[in-house]
């Protein structure tokens, strides 16, 4: 977050700004630390919907993971050919493929998920476990009324 010297109070009031102030903080911790693995958001999001929905269409997934159509064939295609996914026919419509996760995938994803979980501890260092508690409720709440996604 921004220095508060020198910014006027009435930005520094703004939940709004604030919210944002802190995303970006958390975005550079979280890009930072999935670059260690040679990943990307996308990469994760599309192992772990994988992972808890099973074997989906590549359209299925990207409805889950908010990620688009032309970004999902490319995400795809890079953790195919790194082969924590696969990709086969669809049995009732070959038009359309069918992608699940490999054995290799879910060992990546759960380095991912330690990696993602020392990153949000340091995003999160200031506050004790209460707060963390109360701030993902309260961002949960913000998130679901204003009809964001959770990813």
Do not use: C, W
């Not at 009435?10 to 930072?32: G, K």
């Not at 195919?80 to 086969?88: F, T």
């Amino acid at each position: 977050m921004d220095n508060d010297e020198g910014t006027p109070r009435r930005l520094r009031a703004l939940p709004s700004r604030l919210t944002n102030q802190a995303a970006l903080a958390a975005n550079r911790i979280v890009d930072r630390a999935l670059a260690e693995a040679g990943v990307r958001r996308y990469h994760y999001a599309l192992l772990a919907a994988s992972e808890e929905y099973g074997p989906s269409s590549q359209a299925a997934l990207g409805r889950r993971t908010g990620i688009d159509r032309s970004d999902m064939v490319a995400t795809v295609n890079d953790l195919a050919e790194r082969r924590l996914l696969k990709r086969a026919p669809d049995p009732e419509d070959r038009r359309r493929n069918i992608v699940s996760i490999t054995a290799e995938g879910r060992r990546e994803l759960t380095h991912l998920d330690d990696l993602l979980a020392a990153a949000q501890e340091e995003f999160l260092a200031p506050l004790g476990a209460a707060d963390r508690r109360i701030l993902t409720d309260l961002l949960t709440r913000l998130a679901d009324h204003h009809g964001g996604r959770h990813d």
